[in-house]
């Protein structure tokens, strides 16, 4: 496909890095004379390590510009705006009117030109002067960026601009900022140190004692007690990273239920400690009998826990269920659940239909068998519901599937439901990812009772990001993948499939950088991992392309294209 039209770009006689910037927003689609539709995140800590180091300056800052036709906007490590201040209340306005708002994402693919979004491609300091601005609407600004690089793992902690009407304008500025950014950083470094000892004192006051189940999660940093360290694997710990990750910026506790890869039933407090970006769990153990369960419950153990009490008193009542899932959501296995024991007499939608006769469904219940299961029920014709209906008031116990919402049933198959007033409902999978190293733990004997494996953390993580769209089903059909390859020693990351691999890479990324992600990755596979002809085929410089890469933790594993098959003993 040939590239965009940047005639207008040669026209313009801009400086080489401005020019550059303004291909790369060309070549992202952005187009210069669009309406920048910012849709600011309501997620924004303002209490993170960035924020705290950058109070105090942005402050100072504010004082000295009193006044003045000068802003100061503080973006994160993904160049959201998170802090703003302003000499004078016009600027805030202007800045309003423009979409410059608290949560703004500032990429040169959502932007373009600017020395938010250029600062934070290049990692060096960047002026964008009027005329320079790729969005037409931000030509009536000049600003002055530079990025806030961490004195300790040399990542970009985020960008700090000023900025001001075009007419304002004054190369005094850049020294000005660079200042505040080196102050920043040198506050950051501070704050890492005091971040650590503020987490490890609130690790040891909530674990005090030792009897308290007491783990704290941050970039890099895992603690935990005594009593947690007996009542976690390192499969529990995956798990509880990830939801610590999926947490929203609160400032109060969240509570969440997770059973264990034991089996167990706990309930997790996460507390956010302000200012260090780590989390504390505290774990505490339900401590109550689980609901007896009949045997082929015991057999099939990737039903939802919740569900296995509901289906030994159902399937004592013999009265109708509805049991409403998705597809691969384990409708099936509950039927025979509910029916352990006894003759069942299948009806398929499907082939009802095919058969076109509504006397067969009376003439199977009429030969007696003690469950009736109807599959796809919300298939089924009117006339067939409505027979189906009739007879569930039978001496015939009915198991009626159906993975249509009963909110979507249409109105015969809606009067179905409501006569089977014992219900079960299952859970897609992707609501149950603290469930998922218990679910392989379970999956994997059967699969493949020779197997000695284990599914390292990283590996569970994977698992538990993918969005499972095909459920139990697929998550089955990936680990019997998974295994026909690796029967022994440590399945990693790299032994997955490319599309999980990359869901866990992708969890935490905004649409634009998914988007960008998966770009990279594709361009990245089609030159064999080669980063030269891949950033040509990009339209980027290499140097660009590393630290896209860097930014968007991509690593060699996600580069190829099908999963590691090495030879392994017992595979």
């Not at 008031?393 to 198991?399: C, D, I, K, M, N």
Request: with cysteine.
């Amino acid at each position: 496909m040939p590239d965009p039209d940047d005639s207008f770009i040669t026209e313009a006689r801009l400086r080489p890095e401005i020019s550059q910037s303004w291909r790369r927003s060309l070549l992202s689609g952005l187009r210069p004379d669009a309406g920048v539709r910012l849709e600011p995140s309501v997620d924004i800590d303002q209490r993170g390590r960035l924020q705290v180091a950058a109070t105090p300056v942005l402050d100072q800052l504010a004082l000295e510009l009193a006044d003045t036709g000068f802003g100061i906007l503080l973006a994160d490590s993904r160049a959201r705006i998170v802090a703003r201040r302003f000499g004078e209340r016009r600027l805030e306005t202007a800045f309003d009117r423009a979409g410059i708002a608290i949560g703004s994402l500032f990429l040169e693919e959502t932007t373009g030109t600017n020395s938010i979004a250029t600062a934070f491609e290049l990692r060096r300091g960047c002026t964008v002067l009027g005329e320079e601005h790729y969005i037409e609407s931000f030509k009536g600004f000049s600003c002055y960026g530079h990025p806030l690089i961490s004195r300790v793992t040399g990542r970009l902690e985020g960008v700090l601009d000023i900025s001001c009407p075009a007419q304002l304008a004054n190369p005094l500025l850049g020294p000005f900022l660079a200042r505040a950014a080196r102050e920043i950083e040198a506050r950051l470094l501070r704050g890492a140190r005091e971040a650590e000892h503020r987490l490890l004192t609130s690790y040891q006051a909530a674990a005090a004692g030792g009897r308290r189940a007491v783990a704290a999660f941050a970039e890099g940093v895992v603690m935990a007690s005594a009593t947690a360290m007996e009542l976690l694997d390192p499969c529990d710990h995956a798990v509880l990273r990830g939801m610590a990750a999926d947490l929203p910026a609160r400032d109060h506790p969240v509570r969440r239920k997770m059973e264990l890869s034991s089996g167990r039933a706990v309930s997790v407090t996460f507390r956010a400690v302000p200012g260090t970006g780590g989390v504390l769990a505290e774990i505490t153990d339900e401590a109550r009998p689980r609901p007896r369960v009949p045997r082929a419950r015991e057999r099939m153990t990737w039903i939802p826990a919740e569900a296995a009490g509901d289906i030994e008193n159902h399937r004592l009542a013999r009265r109708p269920v509805l049991v409403c899932g998705e597809s691969g959501t384990g409708r099936t296995t509950t039927a025979a659940a509910l029916a352990e024991g006894q003759a069942v007499r299948r009806l398929d939608a499907v082939e009802l239909l095919r058969a076109g006769d509504v006397d067969l469904v009376r003439r199977v219940a009429a030969k007696g068998p003690d469950v009736v299961v109807v599959e796809d029920v919300h298939l089924l014709s009117p006339p067939l519901v409505t027979q189906v209906a009739r007879l569930l008031s039978a001496e015939t116990v009915w198991t009626v599937l159906t993975s249509a919402p009963v909110a979507d049933l249409a109105p015969e198959h809606a009067a179905l439901a409501a006569r089977c007033l014992a219900r079960i409902e299952l859970p897609p999978l992707r609501a149950r990812r603290e469930e998922v190293p218990s679910l392989v733990r379970s999956f994997v004997p059967r699969l493949h009772p020779q197997a000695r494996v284990r599914f390292t953390p990283q590996a569970l993580e994977a698992l538990a990001a993918h969005p499972w769209p095909g459920n139990l089903h697929e998550l089955r059909e990936v680990l019997r993948q998974v295994l026909e390859h690796r029967s022994a020693g440590d399945i990693t990351r790299t032994d997955l499939p490319p599309a999980l691999r990359e869901a866990a890479r992708t969890r935490n990324l905004s649409l634009v950088e998914r988007a960008e992600y998966e770009t990279i990755v594709a361009a990245l596979r089609g030159c064999s991992g080669n980063k030269v002809h891949a950033a040509r085929r990009l339209g980027m410089s290499r140097a660009t392309l590393y630290r896209r890469i860097r930014a968007l933790g991509i690593d060699d594993a996600d580069t190829v294209s099908g999963t590691r098959t090495g030879t392994t003993a017992g595979g």
